[in-house]
């Protein structure tokens, strides 16, 4: 086991030294691939995450402005991923109330899966292109998604418009959001991706209180398209501040490439994630519902999902910035033991405890959030950062088969 310890930090042990050796360095900028004229430090002499003539500005106005615009994109898409639970709940119970509980699961999960799956060729075309049109296609999809999803009656207008325009728009702008921390930061940059994966646990307390609140006042078409018009000026923040700053591979292709698998430490990390994401959306869909089911009132039911997320607040931020001295993958393994150990001490008793439930929300929330920040970062140690967005993507994409079988 130390071993094992050496080895999932010797990356980060490597970037210490390297800050230490190169203390300057300066970028010009290029175009849409901006580069800040700022200190900057080389990642370590090895290390696939970086080329010898990477440099990264490890912080600054420029690098931190993208982490608020990946914030504010991410309370917007994964915020959204967030509150299906609260959808769910509704729906089973208005709409949808002639189908029974595992159909109308199937909807989100088409939703979650898309968000990750339509990643494999968006990676490759943020390397190559940067992440702009991404985000603003991405953006006007979810919007849209958002302003039809009152319109909706039957099941297959809600899997059309929220399931497959949603889950695209949301997939169209997390891996940009996440990629374009990866050029600014390096020893830093589980706690900058940290901070910007905060912004789904932030969407993922205000939407479902807010829809709580809204429900019952102006009815569920207007209730979504308020949820719309707010998506909306976030994603205009996103679109203003996200941007890349490396200039792309030369001869770089913006098809999807599975060769990489033959890379086994990352595939050794897409599998991990994958079977830890299998289990995370399981209480992420259903906490609201099962509420419900043991006789909680509707108010508590969202307000179940939304208390979960504020434990998701801390466990994506705390970690991110532990991981940067202990270790990514060290830091990682506890967050999923304390999911694990949460579930079968709290979840599997809770039944109609009001304190029991409240407790698994919290702890497991804490623990779940740092699979979204710290899993990425993961996969950045084992590419190039031109390669960042392909590598990312692919893993998702691998991933995102994990969400199917949720119902």
Not at 132 to 140: E, K
Not at 310 to 318: D, E, K, N, Q, Y
Not at 361 to 373: D, K, Q, Y
Request: hydrophobic share 45%; glycine share 12%; proline share 5%.
């Amino acid at each position: 086991m130390p071993n094992l310890l050496r080895i999932a930090n010797a990356p980060i042990i490597q970037e210490e030294r390297a800050m230490k050796e190169d203390e300057k360095g300066h970028c010009r900028p290029t175009g849409d691939h901006d580069i800040i004229d700022n200190d900057v430090t080389s990642p370590p002499s090895g290390n696939a995450s970086g080329s010898d003539e990477e440099t990264y500005p490890e912080g600054g106005l420029r690098a931190w402005l993208v982490v608020l615009g990946s914030f504010s994109a991410m309370v917007a898409s994964f915020g959204l991923l967030n509150t299906v639970g609260t959808f769910q709940a509704y729906l089973s119970t208005h709409q949808l109330r002639e189908f029974d509980e595992g159909t109308v699961s199937w909807i989100f999960s088409l939703f979650v899966f898309l968000s990750f799956f339509c990643g494999v060729q968006i990676g490759p075309i943020f390397d190559a292109k940067g992440p702009r049109i991404l985000v603003l296609t991405g953006s006007a999809f979810l919007f849209v998604s958002l302003m039809l999803l009152g319109s909706c009656h039957e099941y297959w207008h809600f899997v059309i418009v929220f399931s497959v325009l949603g889950g695209m728009g949301t997939a169209l702008i997390f891996v940009p959001a996440v990629g374009a921390i990866g050029h600014f930061f390096q020893i830093g940059r589980g706690y900058a991706t940290g901070v910007a994966t905060t912004g789904g646990s932030i969407g993922g307390i205000i939407f479902p209180l807010m829809l709580e609140k809204l429900f019952p006042r102006i009815g569920f078409a207007w209730s979504t398209r308020v949820l719309g018009f707010v998506v909306f000026l976030l994603l205009t923040i996103g679109n203003t501040l996200i941007r890349s700053r490396l200039p792309p591979k030369p001869g770089g292709s913006v098809l999807p490439d599975f060769r990489i698998f033959r890379n086994v430490p990352f595939s050794l990390i897409t599998a991990g994630v994958l079977f830890v994401e299998w289990g995370l959306f399981v209480p992420l869909s259903y906490m609201s519902s099962y509420a419900l089911a043991y006789g909680f009132s509707t108010t508590f039911s969202y307000q179940i999902l939304a208390i979960l997320n504020a434990g998701s607040f801390f466990g994506r931020w705390l970690p991110g910035y532990i991981a940067d001295h202990l270790g990514r993958l060290n830091t990682m393994i506890v967050a999923v033991l304390i999911c694990l150990i949460t579930t079968f001490a709290f979840w599997l008793s809770a039944e109609n405890s009001t304190t029991l439930l409240v407790i698994y929300a919290v702890l497991f929330g804490f623990g779940s959030g740092s699979n979204i920040s710290l899993a990425p970062v993961c996969v950045g140690q084992m590419c190039k950062t031109e390669e960042y967005g392909r590598y990312l993507a692919t893993c998702y994409t691998v991933v995102s088969f994990g969400s199917v079988d949720n119902p």
